[in-house]
């Protein structure tokens, strides 16, 4: 939402002072600049990507426009959810913990949190890591070692998509010159006729450089961070994950390790430890 909302006002501003000065909207309207300029960023995205980067591409937009999902709510079914698990393994001992883990759509304690259940990367994560340390004769610190090295794989995997389209957004004012070029080659051929054709050639040229920098610096550049930044929280949720397995793993009782879970979530998403404790009771999140 707040991507769509700060386009507006990009476009706004934009289009909103070139009318304050007197310019005519129609002029800027040149689908052959368009064209040359959209359709030669859509090409390189494939020359320069191979098929999973682009799908990624367009997914990562599609998550921009769904809004970041993680949020003070999945971080409290995700506390909740380890502290449940912990709970459930410590209780029933390490055959129940393997049912689980082994088949974890079909586990009672699995399934009453959905919202992770269905985060397919996050749950081999946590459940992978968990196995090899029921089959035993791995340390600790080989199993942090493991969960970092599939955060890193991850994580280079996911920034992929942002670092093809923020290529993409350098690209667009070189972009927008070769249509201006293109242009003035049109104008020169016009040389001769009237006044007004020349004239409307050249500010044809001129829209071609004028969207190919409003598009990389105002549109394409922005939502490329923003799905960089989307990645990071990505990064600090399987970060938080990795923080309250491991502090099971080395023998910390559950609620514990779920509230080291809850030190490493990020501030502005932090559930308060009053919060966290009513979920794990059943409480609605914001009973005290």
Do not use: W
């Not at 040149?30 to 980067?53: D, K, R, S, W």
């Amino acid at each position: 939402m707040f991507a769509i909302i700060g386009i507006v006002i990009v476009l706004g501003a934009v289009l909103g002072g070139y009318l304050m000065a007197h310019g005519n909207l129609a002029v800027l309207f040149q689908p052959a600049e368009l064209v040359i300029i959209g359709g030669a960023a859509f090409g390189t995205l494939f020359v320069a990507n191979p098929m999973h980067v682009i799908k990624g591409v367009f997914a990562g937009l599609i998550g921009i426009l769904k809004g970041n999902r993680y949020n003070k709510d999945l971080y409290l079914e995700t506390l909740k959810m380890l502290n449940t698990l912990f709970v459930s393994a410590r209780k029933n001992g390490a055959t129940k913990l393997e049912a689980d883990v082994e088949e974890p759509e079909k586990s009672d304690v699995f399934s009453k949190f959905p919202a992770f259940l269905a985060n397919h990367h996050a749950v081999d994560f946590v459940c992978d890591t968990l196995r090899m340390s029921i089959s035993g004769g791995v340390d600790p610190f080989q199993l942090d070692r493991m969960m970092e090295l599939d955060m890193e794989v991850h994580h280079h995997e996911a920034v992929q998509p942002s670092t093809a389209l923020n290529t993409i957004s350098d690209a667009l004012p070189g972009l927008g010159i070769v249509a201006a070029v293109l242009g003035v080659v049109i104008t020169m051929g016009s040389l001769g006729g009237p006044p007004e054709q020349i004239g409307h050639h050249v500010a044809a040229a001129l829209v071609g450089t004028f969207l190919g920098i409003l598009m990389c610096y105002g549109l394409v550049g922005p939502l490329a961070s923003n799905m960089t930044k989307i990645v990071d929280a990505e990064g600090a949720y399987y970060n938080v994950l990795r923080v309250g397995v491991m502090s099971y793993i080395r023998g910390n009782a559950p609620i514990l390790s779920a509230e080291f879970a809850r030190r490493a979530v990020p501030h502005e998403v932090r559930p308060t430890f009053k919060e966290f404790e009513a979920a794990c009771k059943g409480a609605p999140a914001g009973a005290s």
